[in-house]
T-cell receptor
Framework: DTAVSQTPKYLVTQMGNDKSIKCEQN?????MYWYKQDSKKFLKIMFS???????INETVPNRFSPKSPDKAHLNLHINSLELGDSAVYFC?????????????FGPGTRLTVT | GENVEQHPSTLSVQEGDSAVIKCTYS??????FPWYKQELGKGPQLIID?????GEKKDQRIAVTLNKTAKHFSLHITETQPEDSAVYFC?????????????FGQGTILTVHP
């Protein structure tokens, strides 16, 4: 069974469109994250939710809006897509956060904006 | 700040040799230091981690050392194998109210030649 799953795996779209990426974890974790990995492989956190509550919101354009319908799901909606949004987006989840703990990453969604 | 510097950016070794990747951090409140391995087309996966109250940790061919005074930590892989070829990321967090926010290094592309 896949622990953290994301759909779609690939997403090609044009500038100005709105798109969503879905994430689900079956690990029973309380915390979920969205990361962006750019073309140079640099990984940077975007958002984190703990029990459906937003707790980390890095300096991300407000065109990006995460939504957590329940603690097993964290979706990412992107409005008015721009060329610079092209990247691989990873969802992750973890149980322990207070003292640091393993984060389980999904397989990634490669977004290409043309 | 929260930045993490990772070196080298690429590392090429012969099978059976050792590989060492080093990271330095600036935030003295950092207390959790994981290492992630990312294979091509996959999400990062935790391979080993260390907390600030420990100086060294080993798991089979992988070891991590932490020097809190100098604010650097290193990953050591012995008896490298071709399947160790991947991108390796160091990271740090402060736990507590940071809710598991990880700051990643820039990554090291490790190539093990058979």
């Amino acid at each position: 069974d896949t622990a953290v799953s994301q759909t779609p795996k690939y997403l090609v779209t044009q500038m100005g469109n709105d798109k969503s990426i879905k994430c689900e974890q079956n690990l029973g974790h309380d915390t979920m994250y969205w990361y962006k990995q750019d073309s140079k492989k640099f990984l940077k956190i975007m958002f984190s939710y703990n029990n459906k509550e937003l707790i980390i919101n890095e300096t991300v354009p407000n065109r990006f809006s995460p939504k957590s319908p329940d603690k097993a799901h964290l979706n990412l909606h992107i409005n008015s897509l721009e060329l610079g949004d092209s990247a691989v987006y990873f969802c992750a989840s973890s149980q322990e956060t207070a003292g640091g703990g393993e984060q389980y990453f999904g397989p990634g969604t490669r977004l290409t904006v043309t | 700040g929260e930045n993490v510097e990772q070196h080298p950016s690429t590392l090429s070794v012969q099978e059976g040799d050792s590989a060492v990747i080093k990271c330095t951090y600036s935030d003295s409140a950092s207390n959790y230091f994981p290492w992630y391995k990312q294979e091509l087309g996959k999400g990062p996966q935790l391979i080993i981690d260390i907390r600030s109250n420990v100086g060294e940790k080993k798991d089979q061919r992988i070891a991590v050392t932490l020097n809190k005074t100098a604010k650097h930590f290193s990953l050591h892989i012995t008896e490298t194998q071709p399947e160790d070829s991947a991108v390796y990321f160091c990271a740090r967090s402060t736990g507590g109210t940071s809710y598991g926010k990880l700051t990643f290094g820039q990554g090291t592309i490790l190539t093990v030649h058979p």
